[in-house]
């Protein structure tokens, strides 16, 4: 086209030179006017291609940043898509709450998806109008710079025309000037074509390099979308799954309670019972304490009885009042024993009802609580009710032992006594007898010298005796049966208890006055003989009546002797069988031996 343009220029420059036609003045002031308005228009092409490359640069930028937020969009996808999974995985391991967040997660990345969606979509927009307007800039800034050249070319063409017309230097001036704007003007055109060009290439890269951006950004949606989707999915199977879950977890927690409240309702009786339970047997304590404490003043009493008056009955009531204190003390030991047990019971029954009042809330729990607390604090009072009622029996079993032990040792003692008794009756009983051998030969003597009266009243005498012999040999046999029984109770009480050996003494008590009134009969029988016989010696001499009053004295100091001996020992209760009944035969054999003393005096004396 410039070529074309230079072949007109050149034809026409054929014709005449204006210069010939038109003034200088006013050929120089259109060269002037040409060359400003061709500058003019240079300088119109330049801000054009500057305008060009500007709405290029914004063209660029614009798809740059249309990348960046597409890259942004896609990113904040994956992350929301991530999120979005994490929050359902850990919303599938939990509770209901934990199904909501994942709920919320995957709404809130529902909402970032759809807000990078957006931005995408309004950066992709955003890149289409800013290349659209920069195209549309670049062809307005070519379309302008080429009208400009154009008219720059023309005009420069004319006033090249006109110079040359007027003068050939200010022709070739001209022609220079023109070819100069014609090649500045060409320079202009390429470099508005070349800046059009590039806008066009940079809009049309930005324009595709937008379209992949929101591709990209469309794709990063679409998946953010679905992962969305997913995510919403997952979450309400989540939570459908903490639902059930929940729902089981409830039934199972709820099974549970009333399992613990029943346990706690079990615990808290129990405990109740074991608290009833040990302060009855505390109770009990208290009257054992007391039975404790009055054997031992019961023991310490009689032992100072028997110290006081040492006799069969003191003796008995001494061993009573210590095996009393014994059978106590082991009622004593028993129930310490049992108030230890409950204690036990007690103390474990309120631990379990504690431990079971923290599995529980409210009143039930507080209850239990204070029926554990209560039922402890019975087994720590029982625990030291059983020591108390412990020590106690220990002193009461001593006690008991010995007030034993000293009823033993005066038993003994009056045993002693007894066989002292025995040995004097013995000795009586011997003396008796040698005062009646001594009247016998004094009666045999003096029976030599008397006559036929006296003969015949010593008959009457001897009848007398033999009689009153009979009668004590009858007293005799009920005095040893009497004192046979005796023995036999006498035994039978050394081997019964206190209370049975009670009885058996007084068994014994019986028959040993039924053997002391039948050595009185014996008495009795023999005194009336002698009353017979010295009513019939009457006229014995006086000497006789000397000796027989002597060995009447003699037999009747011998039965006092043995009187005496025999209640001694009747009063003794304890008393072996065989010191009892050898007391009872001497009393009656001394009985005896001076009613025969007595006959055979009378019979001397007659």
Do not use: C, W
């Not at 099974?255 to 029943?262: C, D, I, T």
């Not at 011998?558 to 009944?581: G, I």
């Amino acid at each position: 086209m410039v070529n074309k343009e230079n072949e007109k220029r050149l034809n026409e420059q054929e014709e005449p030179p204006k210069i010939m036609r038109k003034p200088l003045p006013q050929i120089l002031d259109e060269m002037d006017d040409n060359i400003r308005a061709a500058a003019a228009a240079a300088k119109r092409a330049e801000d054009a291609a500057r305008s060009s490359r500007e709405a290029a640069t914004a063209a660029t930028q614009a798809s740059v940043e249309a990348g960046k937020r597409a890259e942004e969009a896609r990113k904040a996808g994956e992350k929301a898509a991530g999120d979005a999974t994490m929050a359902a995985a850990e919303a599938a391991a939990k509770a209901e709450k934990i199904a909501k967040d994942a709920i919320e997660a995957a709404e809130r990345a529902a909402a970032k998806s759809e807000e990078a969606d957006k931005s995408s979509r309004d950066a992709a927009q955003a890149a289409k109008l800013a290349a659209s307007e920069a195209v549309t800039k670049a062809e307005q800034a070519g379309a302008i710079a080429k009208s400009d050249a154009d008219a720059a070319a023309k005009a420069a063409q004319e006033a090249a025309a006109e110079a040359s017309r007027k003068a050939e230097e200010a022709a070739r001036a001209a022609a220079m000037a023109a070819a100069d704007a014609a090649k500045k003007s060409d320079d202009a055109v390429k470099r508005a074509e070349e800046a059009a060009a590039a806008a066009r290439e940079a809009s049309e890269s930005a324009i595709q390099e937008a379209a992949e951006a929101v591709a990209r950004a469309e794709d990063a949606a679409l998946k953010a979308e679905e992962t969305a989707r997913n995510a919403r999915y997952a979450a309400e199977e989540a939570a459908r799954k903490a639902e059930e879950l929940d729902l089981a977890a409830r039934e199972a927690v709820a099974e549970l309670l009333k399992r613990a409240q029943e346990a706690a309702a079990r615990a808290e009786a129990a405990a109740i019972i074991a608290k009833e339970s040990v302060d009855s047997a505390v109770s009990q304590s208290n009257n054992i304490n007391k039975q404790l404490d009055d054997s031992v003043k019961n023991v310490k009493t009689a032992q100072t009885n028997l110290e006081n008056n040492l006799s069969a009955e003191t003796a008995s009531k001494t061993d009573e009042a210590g095996k009393k204190a014994k059978r106590v003390a082991a009622a004593g030991f028993r129930l310490a024993e049992e108030i230890e047990r409950k204690a036990e019971l007690a103390d474990i029954a309120g631990e379990e009802a504690l431990a079971a009042a923290t599995k529980v809330t409210g009143p039930l729990a507080d209850s239990a609580e204070k029926a554990g607390q209560e039922a402890k604090q019975a087994a720590q009072v029982a625990f030291k009710a059983a020591e108390k009622t412990r020590g106690k029996a220990e002193q009461a079993e001593l006690a008991g032992d010995e007030a034993v032990e000293a009823a033993a040792r005066a038993l003994h003692k009056l045993v002693m006594m007894a066989e002292e008794s025995a040995k004097a009756a013995q000795a009586a009983a011997a003396l008796a007898n040698q005062a009646s051998i001594d009247a016998r030969a004094a009666a045999e003597d003096t029976m030599k010298a008397t006559g036929d009266e006296a003969q015949a009243k010593m008959l009457e005498a001897k009848r007398a005796a033999e009689e009153a012999k009979k009668a004590a040999e009858a007293a005799l046999a009920g005095a040893a049966k009497e004192a046979s029984d005796a023995k036999e109770a006498a035994e039978a009480a050394m081997k019964a208890t206190s209370k049975e050996a009670t009885a058996k003494i007084e068994e014994a008590k019986i028959a040993a006055e039924e053997a002391r009134r039948a050595a009185e009969e014996a008495k009795s029988a023999a005194l009336a003989a002698s009353a017979r016989a010295e009513k019939a010696a009457a006229d014995v001499k006086i000497s006789a009546e000397e000796i027989a009053n002597q060995a009447s004295l003699k037999a009747e100091e011998a039965l006092q002797k043995a009187q005496e001996a025999l209640l001694r020992t009747l009063v003794k209760k304890v008393l072996s069988s065989r010191e009892l009944t050898t007391i009872i035969v001497l009393s009656v054999l001394g009985a005896i031996v001076a009613a025969v003393t007595i006959s055979l005096g009378l019979m001397l004396l007659g």
